[in-house]
């Protein structure tokens, strides 16, 4: 019994030793790798494999920096990285959108990348569009790179417009042709097809409202500014669409997703986002986009993402050497561009070429048309606070709990009470 | 000695029970007494201001509104559970045929994960071809808009909230009953007490504490209700499914107030153990212990 017990020691501590010898022996092997995690939600679902090939392409070009992977959906996401800042565990890069950077960077949470930039003589500044680079750039600190950019078009399903012997949407298109277009689908329709998907929330609002001539706040963000005609003229109009039958209401939708219905057929005129492209690729019936129609001036929106560095990472420099890769490298942008994952943010226009060239939608233009008069989203600290107080009153103008003049009334003086307190 | 040895042991079997207790349970709530008297936003270190989150809180609507909401939800929620989990133990306790399978068909949903349960509800009542909407049309009656409609969001989380729970409360009731001496009525039968008179008189009035401790733990558990509300309507619409523990939920992830968060969560604390103290204090008038 003794001597058994002897044995499994001395094969404890030999094995130690081999281990020990084997780190000993390889110093460099195992500490010159610096390891960085990358936070995304953009790759959620259907980009992982194309992340995990820009990682693959980074490691490669980079033998000395690796990059673990962590991911989570969007709906999850911000709750997530809060809690990870919380608790110290903030990843080295992650992902933002430019509603959600103010709140990061006011904070302090993020790192200033002109420092590593700088030492980084490769790095040309020019190789972003401009615009997206210049948003996430506050008090003279970058405080992320762009990562991408999106709009919002009017996607249509053709097969619907020929059976109600509709014209199809065009560039020219504004309010009243698609309200026409609209009666005209819903008149020949059959029940349970809808004639057009633009739900009365936050998101829309305040691009219907860039669209109606007006202002969300004022250019010092103190004051509200929504409630005035213009956005009387488009909460209205926002809210027409439900009560006319055109757009469904949440009870018709039940539980089905409404990019569900419209890949089911059940809606004609759909306004949402470009991501949606790849998923509708295999829709049985055919469809096409057109810029959004604008009330009285054009406006589309701009969604900009970004990859940032925690401010607290110990791999500065790796950090930005991925945020650099992964937003701007031809290897990148190829992938991204091949796999439909947005539209890279930068400013090669025959690398943007391949995304024009893909096919459906055939009327891939329009997206650059939409840039061309972009609506950005109002941002303040308290975003999410903003966002809800607005869509509570939205909920009810559509509803009909309260006027629409009353409710932007009482949203702008909510929205007044949490500026106060920014 | 032994005495020390015998410590010993009882701390080793109370420990895989009570170093969790202390970690998930006793230190955050430590924790989130003194948050409640800082600012926090989750991402820059929190910062005292005293008594300054109890005074936004009097003045707070929402908060109000949620209370409100909280109520009405345990207002129709608990006489569900409690007269259909009084009804099931009352006919499930006897011996026939299928019995046990019964009981435990009745306690599967309470083993059952929220999500699945609110997810299947929602199906269940979805207003545009939902089971319940679809049987509905078949005999000429147009359903409602069940959680999309204000008038009834709070009526479609009280049915799951009763189904889910009554295969508990009926195991509790079960073994109160049973715990009833037959002999009392037996003796009620042999003096010509009719059944009804066996139940209103003997059996409930003796089924009192097990009664008091569904009463109990039913109230603090609805006071805490949040799960089926989160995935079922996410507090909509227009708010009138929004509950105490959505209020909290949202004020610390999705606002980044976290220590206004942490003083609702000890305002609610303080809420359930005043109504917990004031059910023992009148358990007296009501409670018969044999």
Redesign the interface.
């Given at each position: 019994m003794k001597g058994t017990k002897r044995k499994i020691w001395a094969v404890g501590i030999a094995g130690i030793l081999v281990a020990s010898v084997g780190l000993v022996s390889n110093p460099v092997a195992a500490a010159s790798k610096t390891t960085i995690n990358f936070f995304t939600f953009t790759a959620v679902p259907d980009h992982m494999k194309d992340l995990q090939a820009m990682v693959a392409a980074f490691e490669k070009k980079n033998p000395t920096i690796q990059v673990n992977i962590q991911s989570a959906a969007y709906a999850d996401y911000f709750?997530k990285l809060?809690?990870r800042?919380?608790g110290n565990q903030t990843p080295d890069t992650f992902e933002l959108n430019y509603e959600n950077f103010v709140?990061?960077a006011a904070?302090?949470?993020l790192l200033d990348l002109n420092k590593a930039s700088a030492k980084d003589h490769s790095f040309k500044k020019s190789v972003y569009y401009g615009k997206a680079y210049d948003v996430f750039n506050l008090g003279g600190k970058q405080l992320g790179v762009p990562s991408s950019f999106s709009t919002v078009v009017l996607f249509y399903n053709k097969d619907l417009f020929k059976q109600a012997g509709v014209a199809l949407p065009t560039s020219k298109w504004d309010w009243s042709d698609e309200a026409a277009a609209a009666a005209k689908l819903k008149a020949n329709l059959p029940a349970g097809t809808f004639a057009d998907f633009q739900p009365t929330q936050f998101w829309e609002f305040y691009k219907v409202l860039g669209q109606a001539g007006g202002q969300f706040l004022s250019a010092d963000k103190k004051t509200a500014l929504f409630n005035k005609q213009p956005g009387v003229n488009a909460l209205t109009w926002l809210v027409s669409k439900t009560q006319n039958g055109w757009t469904p209401?949440?009870?018709?939708?039940?539980?089905?997703a409404d990019d569900a219905m419209f890949k089911a057929g059940k809606i004609a005129m759909y306004h949402s986002g470009i991501w949606l492209f790849d998923s509708f690729k295999d829709a049985p019936f055919g469809w096409d986009v057109a810029v959004e129609p604008g009330g009285v001036q054009p406006g589309n929106h701009f969604f900009a993402n970004a990859v940032v560095a925690s401010a607290k990472s110990k791999a500065p420099y790796a950090a930005w050497k991925w945020a650099q890769f992964m937003t701007s490298d031809p290897a990148a942008v190829k992938i991204r561009l091949a796999a439909n994952w947005e539209i890279p943010a930068i400013s090669s226009k025959s690398a943007l070429s391949i995304y024009l060239s893909k096919n459906p939608p055939a009327n891939r233009a329009a997206v650059f048309e939409a840039l061309k008069n972009p609506i950005t989203p109002p941002v303040i600290r308290?975003q999410?606070?903003m966002q809800?107080a607005v869509n509570?009153w939205l909920?009810?103008a559509l509803?009909g709990?309260v006027s629409v003049t009353d409710a932007l009334n009482s949203a702008a003086s909510d929205v007044n009470a949490i500026l106060a307190k920014e | 000695m032994t005495s020390k040895r015998n410590g010993r042991t009882a701390a080793l079997f109370i420990a895989p029970s009570f170093i969790p207790l202390l970690a998930f349970f006793v230190l955050p709530m430590i924790a989130a007494a003194v948050l409640s008297f800082t600012s926090w936003?989750?991402?820059?270190p929190p910062h005292w201001i005293g008594f300054a989150n109890f005074k936004q809180l009097i003045h707070d609507k929402e908060f109000l509104h949620s209370l409100i909401n909280t109520l009405v939800f345990i207002a129709g929620y608990l006489p569900i559970v409690y007269f259909l989990g009084l009804s099931a133990a009352l006919a499930l306790n006897r011996k026939f045929k299928g019995s046990g399978a019964m009981r435990a068909m009745y306690f599967l949903p309470v083993i059952t994960s929220w999500v699945i349960v609110a997810l299947l509800w929602?199906?269940i009542l979805?207003?545009?071809?939902?089971l319940v909407n679809s049987a509905l049309h078949v005999i000429g009656i147009q359903g409602p808009?069940w959680w999309?409609?204000?008038s009834w969001s709070m009526v479609s989380v009280i049915i799951p909230s009763a189904w889910k729970d009554l295969g508990y409360v009926m195991l509790l009731l079960l073994a109160g009953l049973q715990a009833i001496p037959p002999e009392y009525q037996e003796a009620a039968a042999i003096d010509g007490a009719s059944k009804r008179q066996v139940l209103f008189k003997i059996t409930l009035p003796l089924l009192t504490p097990a009664t008091f401790f569904v009463v109990v733990i039913s109230l603090i558990n609805n006071f805490q209700v949040f799960d089926q509300i989160w995935v079922m309507t996410a507090g909509?619409?227009?708010?009138s499914t929004n509950v105490v523990v959505g209020e909290i939920v949202?004020n610390s992830?999705?606002?980044?107030h976290?220590g206004y968060a942490s003083a609702l969560s000890m305002v609610l604390f303080l809420i359930i153990m005043i109504v917990t103290g004031v059910q023992i204090r009148l358990q007296k008038r009501w409670v018969n212990y044999e």
């Open positions: 709750t809060k809690t800042v919380a709140t990061y904070a302090g949470t209401t949440k009870a018709q939708m039940g539980t089905q308290q999410n606070e809800d509570g909920e009810k509803s709990s | 936003d989750l991402l820059s929602k199906w979805n207003p545009s071809g939902g808009g999309t409609s204000k909509g619409p227009e708010g949202r992830f999705d606002y980044g976290m």
